[in-house]
T-cell receptor, first 115, second 115 residues
Framework: NAGVTQTPKFQVLKTGQSMTLQCAQD?????MSWYRQDPGMGLRLIHYSVGAGITDQGEVPNGYNVSRSTTEDFPLRLLSAAPSQTSVYFC??????????????FGPGTRLTVL | AQSVSQHNHHVILSEAASLELGCNYS??????LFWYVQYPGQHLQLLLKYFSGDPLVKGIKGFEAEFIKSKFSFNLRKPSVQWSDTAEYFC?????????????FGKGTKLSVKP
């Protein structure tokens, strides 16, 4: 199993550009989520999904869109990049959000810089 | 709103010193508690978790944590640290009132171990 994979590893954008961060998992996990990590802030939840076709907002959803058309993939879209979105983005998945005690597995992260 | 506090931003220890990292959460109901570690340049890995039962939880690499419900705490301990323990440590909570699998993270504690 590859686990949770994310692409790209690094990305530089100009203000106003859009892009999609890719996340895929091959563990047949129903629950997937996106976090951003900023120095001194820990990880903050952006969006999450409890299954294909179901998504919801987390703590910091503004400026981001998600969709979940398959169990395996959970892309994160930046609609119009802003410098405040400079961060490291982590995707995570777990067996099922219905059982809240399941361990979340994290991807390697995408480091995004917005100029 | 639920929150997680980690008391120390940066801890510096010499090898063989004992470690205790504090974590407190604010939620009165049932919680699931986690400690994650992030080694430099890597993604988050689960160190240990508490769901129920024995409040003293043992994890990987000699780490343990104690859940003290009356103090809303879940402190991480290791009797003798090694240089390879240099990393950032995150406490996380999933509360039964939270959105299914979502985790609330503390801001992290950076541990530097001097050889």
């Amino acid at each position: 199993n590859a686990g949770v994979t994310q692409t790209p590893k690094f990305q530089v954008l100009k203000t106003g550009q859009s892009m999609t961060l890719q996340c895929a998992q091959d563990m047949n996990h129903e629950y997937m989520s996106w976090y951003r990590q900023d120095p001194g802030m820990g990880l903050r939840l952006i969006h999450y999904s409890v299954g294909a076709g179901i998504t919801d907002q987390g703590e910091v959803p503004n400026g981001y869109n998600v969709s979940r058309s398959t169990t395996e993939d959970f892309p994160l879209r930046l609609l119009s990049a802003a410098p405040s979105q400079t961060s490291v983005y982590f995707c995570a998945s777990s067996y099922s959000g219905l059982y809240t005690y399941n361990e979340q597995f994290f991807g390697p992260g995408t480091r995004l810089t917005v100029l | 709103a639920q929150s997680v506090s980690q008391h120390n931003h940066h801890v510096i220890l010499s090898e063989a010193a004992s470690l205790e990292l504090g974590c407190n959460y604010s939620y009165g109901g049932t919680v699931n508690l986690f400690w994650y570690v992030q080694y430099p340049g890597q993604h988050l890995q689960l160190l240990l978790k508490y769901f129920s039962g024995d409040p003293l939880v043992k994890g990987i690499k000699g780490f343990e944590a104690e859940f003290i419900k009356s103090k809303f705490s879940f402190n991480l301990r290791k009797p003798s640290v090694q240089w390879s323990d240099t990393a950032e440590y995150f406490c996380a909570v999933n509360a039964d009132g939270g959105s299914q699998g979502n985790l609330i993270f503390g801001k992290g504690t950076k541990l530097s171990v001097k050889p």
